[in-house]
Structures are given as structure tokens and as C-alpha cells.
């Protein structure tokens, strides 16, 4: 998901917001100051309930904040590599590079996140207990009741067993181990979450329908964001079910055209952008290396007194930041990072010798089903 605001690193992993979380900040402060508070703890002057519920909706998403850098955390111990943590409208997702190595990895980096909003749910509980205890006001003790209760909610809704909440990685982690097949999880586990998702939907329209209560479109939302992931993860788990061992060489595109971090924005355009039709090209150093990923839509923002002086390595996704394959590994281990939209990377040797898009694992695909 691409960041609207970078906030820095933590752990080395890059952090920040997309557009979207304005939209959950305005409302959590709304309904905060306006019915949850004024409700528990009446008779308070407005700027108190206001003030608070901005201070509150500020350490619920540092929250969420906390349960994604889990996932990442605990996913980088395992050598899996993360290309960011956004927070956005829907909450947060840790984005990784990798797939787990094994389902015990996948288990522990699963149950890091729903872990880590119980731990937060039970420090502001022991917030709320202190401030009852120290008589602080009880506008305050109202919102720390609040935030332990959402982060208990939180864990409990992402245990739910359906990729891609973190219950669905979690069951895909336990069929794994059973099974020892983790296609077959994992295609059970989108099944669910696609399941879940439509149950979410449906109830989230009955109760716009027959009670009035526009909450029930976020509750809609939510299922259809779980549907579509859902899907994702399917399709994702196809891709590999059917390209079973066939190495990454025979289905890349091996004459990718490329840019070089060192080229202007204007010339990258004028040479390399204009002679096809791609939406993202890799970038290869002059000794042959991969060098990062720059998409159209990032070298469309550079303003155009600036393309002539611009390097792309300014505009670029970093190398760091790119899923780069081996050209012998299995061409299944690409499919969740081509699911996501994202343009892999072929190396040997450490050269970059092709690359693999969307386009190239569909026909892949396709010709797998008439072999």
C-alpha cells in the first residue's frame, strides 16, 4: 500500500500513513467527544471531552501501530523480509516480502499481532485502575476504559479464522503442519476469510436495512475488504498449486527494458517509459545488478521544470524494498508478491537476468492447465 506520509524507521522498517487514516481519526474523535464520553462520564465541559477523545484516538492508532510492527518484527527473526508498515482507513497491515519458512514461523508471526493488542488492552486497563485509584478525572479513566476495550475487540475480530486476518494465518500455520502442504492451507484459509468476509457484508447491509443504523455500512466495509483480500489469497494459492515446481527462468520475461539510478526522470521517459507499455521497470546498475523498481505513477509526480535533473534512484523503490528470486527457485514462490501487484525481480548470479509481472504468471498459468 503506498504511503501518503513516511513517518521514519523502527527497527529498520520503514513507517507511515496512508490518506485514508484522516478519515478514522476524524471519526474516532467525533464519536468520542460527542457520544462515548459525554456518556460515560457526563457534566464534563465540552474542550475536555474533545481534547481527550483526540489524545485517545492518537494512542489507539500508536496501537495498531504496536500490532503491525509485531508482525514485522517477529517476521524479520525469521529472516523474512519487510518492505513496510502502513497504517490506513482499515487499520494497519505489515507488508512482507517473503513467505514464511515453516508454519511455525507462520504461526508466531501471526499471533505476534493479536498478542501484542492484548498486551496494550491490559496496560490501559492497568491505566484505568491507576487513575481511579490517583482520582484523576473521569473523562480520562473513561477513554483508557475505551482504548483497553478496543484493543481487546481488535484481538479477538483478528482471531477470527479467515485469511487475511491473522486467525486465517494462524489456521493456514496449523493445516500447514498437519497437512504438510502449505498450498492447500492456505487455500482453505482464503475460503474461510472469503466466508467470513460475505457474512460480514450481509450483516453489515440487514442493519442498515431493517434498523436504520448507517454503522452497518462500515461493518459492510470491513467484509468487503475481507472478501477482496480473500480473493487475493486465492488466487495466490493457484498460482502455486499449479506451477508446482517450474522454475522462475522458464516463465520471467528475460529482456525486461530498464532504467539506471543514475538516469534522469526526463531521459528515463523519453528512452526507456515511451518504448512500451509497463506500468513499473526495473532499474540495473552499470555492473548488471538489480538497483530497485520505479513505477509511472511516481515519476508522474516529479514536476516537470525538476525530470531533466531528477534521478530515479530519487523516485525509486529501493533494492532493499523489492522481491528480488533467484532464477532457479520454484516459480510458485513468487505468487504472493505478483498477487500484491508488485514486479519481481530475477537474479543470477546476483545479475538481474528477467523479471516476472502479473502478465507473465497468468500465461504461465494458463499454459500449466493445457500440460
Given at each position: ?262 538516469q534522469t526522470v526526463g531521459d528515463f521517459t523519453r528512452t526507456v517509459a515511451a518504448r512500451a507499455h509497463h506500468r513499473a521497470f526495473p532499474l540495473r546498475d552499470w555492473y548488471g545488478r538489480p538497483a530497485g523498481v520505479v513505477q509511472l505513477a511516481d515519476v508522474a509526480r516529479v514536476p516537470a521544470d525538476a525530470r531533466e535533473s531528477t534521478p530515479l534512484s530519487d523516485v525509486a523503490t529501493q533494492p532493499d524494498l523489492v522481491p528480488v528470486i533467484e532464477a532457479s527457485r520454484p516459480a510458485a514462490e513468487v505468487a504472493p508478491a505478483v498477487a500484491r501487484g508488485s514486479l519481481v ?27
Open positions: 500500500m503506498t504511503q501518503t506520509l513516511r513517518l521514519g524507521r523502527v527497527a529498520g522498517i520503514p513507517v507511515g500513513v496512508h490518506w485514508s487514516v484522516l478519515v478514522i481519526m476524524a471519526l474516532l474523535v467525533q464519536g468520542l467527544a460527542t457520544t462515548v464520553l459525554p456518556a460515560s462520564a457526563p457534566g464534563q465541559p465540552a474542550w475536555a471531552y474533545w481534547s481527550v477523545a483526540a489524545g485517545a484516538s492518537v494512542l489507539f492508532l500508536l496501537s495498531l501501530l504496536a500490532h503491525e510492527l509485531a508482525h514485522a518484527i517477529v517476521a524479520r527473526g525469521f529472516g523474512i523480509r519487510v518492505q513496510r508498515v502502513t497504517l490506513w482507513l482499515l487499520g494497519g497491515v505489515a507488508e512482507l516480502t517473503d513467505e514464511a519458512p515453516h508454519p511455525r514461523a507462520d504461526l508466531l508471526v501471526a499471533a505476534s499481532g493479536p498478542l501484542t493488542s492484548v498486551l496494550a488492552g491490559a496496560t490501559f486497563a492497568a491505566g484505568v485502575v491507576a487513575t481511579s485509584a490517583l482520582g484523576a478525572p473521569a473523562v480520562l479513566t473513561a477513554a483508557l476504559i475505551w482504548l483497553a476495550l478496543i484493543n481487546g475487540v481488535l484481538a479477538v475480530f483478528n482471531l477470527l479464522p479467515g485469511a487475511p486476518l491473522d486467525g486465517g494465518r494462524v489456521l493456514r500455520a496449523i493445516l500447514w503442519r498437519v497437512h504438510g502442504d502449505r498450498d492447500r492451507a492456505s487455500l482453505a484459509a482464503a475460503r474461510a476469510g472469503h466466508g467470513i468476509g460475505l457474512i460480514l457484508v450481509i450483516a453489515g447491509l440487514a442493519q442498515v436495512l431493517f434498523t436504520g443504523q448507517l454503522r452497518g455500512l462500515w461493518l459492510a466495509l470491513v467484509g468487503w475488504f475481507l472478501v477482496s483480500a480473500a480473493t487475493s489469497e486465492q488466487a495466490s494459492a493457484r498460482y502455486r498449486a499449479l506451477l508446482g515446481k517450474v522454475p522462475v527462468r522458464e516463465i520471467m520475461n528475460p529482456y525486461p527494458l530498464a532504467g539506471r539510478p543514475e525481480l530475477v537474479v543470477e548470479d546476483d545479475l538481474l537476468v528477467g523479471v516476472v509481472s502479473e502478465a507473465d504468471m497468468v500465461r504461465a498459468t494458463e499454459l500449466a492447465r493445457q500440460s
